[in-house]
């Protein structure tokens, strides 16, 4: 369903895990619309000895109780999990307490000795998770690029977001292999993989399906539309493209606009609070 190049992400993993050596913890910002279906397990495979802080990105879009099941998941694995919303200034601070947290001896020992013991971390995640706007967030927008340090490699350039704390300048983006067809749609529904590469009017039935499947009062209070066993999905965004005027001539309905509106209502938050992944 989805162009994707295994060479390509095969050179990036490489990449990443070459990077990997100069960090000494991860922050994988997931959506916590479908945060299972953000993660790369491969990426886990080839960075399994550093602690990995999974931050539920985009928080303000799920229940809080959506937020607690995935922490308990990830809690369960041995990793620390927050939840966030990245866009409100000040929220990502968080992120350095809980790095500060996981390196507390390492960084009291190294205080005894007279030292500013620096820690180092990658942040990764799939596109438009909201990796820029944390960093941006942590830097207030003056992003402070540190420059190479003795012992770095060269071509590394690091941010500096508290007084011991720095970030790999680049963020690595990490689609998971898409052999999960679900979790592939999950990823086009959030807005993760390029629409211009997509069937958008695809997506839209993906979307309407999971949607009846969670809550058909969804669909209904927003645009009137009922849902049965026996009604075609492809029906149901007919029946919304009429109700948002995407009608063209000869009183056919417009399928293509229809789903720009109906994703851009769901990605934006009109549809509610909605995560598209059940544990
Ligand atoms: N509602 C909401 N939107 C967010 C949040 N974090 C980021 N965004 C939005 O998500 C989009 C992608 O963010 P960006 O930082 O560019 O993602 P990146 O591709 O991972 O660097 C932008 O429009 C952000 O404003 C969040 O916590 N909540
Ligand atoms: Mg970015």
Avoid at 20 to 42: G, H, M, Q, T, W
Avoid at 220 to 243: A, D, W
Wanted: charged share 25%; hydrophobic share 40%.
């Amino acid at each position: 369903m989805i162009n994707w190049f295994p060479g390509h992400m095969n050179k990036t993993l490489k990449q990443m895990q070459s990077d990997s050596k100069l960090c000494d913890c991860f922050i994988y910002v997931l959506d916590a619309r479908c945060p299972l279906s953000c993660i790369n397990p491969e990426f886990i495979k080839v960075v399994k000895d550093k602690p990995i802080i999974y931050v539920l990105n985009k928080a303000d879009l799920v229940e809080r109780t959506d937020l607690v099941i995935f922490k308990k998941y990830f809690n369960a694995q041995g990793s620390e999990c927050i939840s966030l919303n990245a866009t409100v200034s000040g929220n990502s601070k968080i992120l350095i307490d809980t790095i500060n947290k996981i390196f507390k001896q390492r960084i009291e020992a190294n205080k005894q000795k007279g030292v500013n013991f620096i820690t180092r971390a990658m942040i990764l995640g799939v596109p438009n998770s909201g990796k820029s706007t944390i960093v941006n967030n942590l830097c207030n927008k003056a992003r402070a690029v540190t420059g190479n340090k003795a012992g770095v490699t060269k071509s590394k350039q690091w941010v500096k977001v508290s007084n011991n704390i720095e970030f790999m300048d680049t963020p690595g983006v990490l689609l998971p292999n898409f052999d999960d067809e679900q979790k592939a749609y999950n990823l086009a529904i959030v807005g993760s993989v390029k629409d211009e590469v997509l069937n958008l009017v695809d997506i839209s039935i993906q979307l309407i399906n999971r949607l009846n499947n969670l809550n058909e009062n969804i669909l209904k209070s927003k645009y009137g539309v009922e849902y049965n066993e026996n009604t075609q999905l492809i029906n149901m965004l007919q029946q919304i493209g009429k109700k948002r005027g995407c009608v063209i001539k000869g009183g056919e309905i417009d399928l293509e606009r229809t789903s720009k509106i109906l994703l851009t209502d769901f990605r934006s938050g009109k549809l509610g609070k909605i995560c598209l992944e059940k544990i």
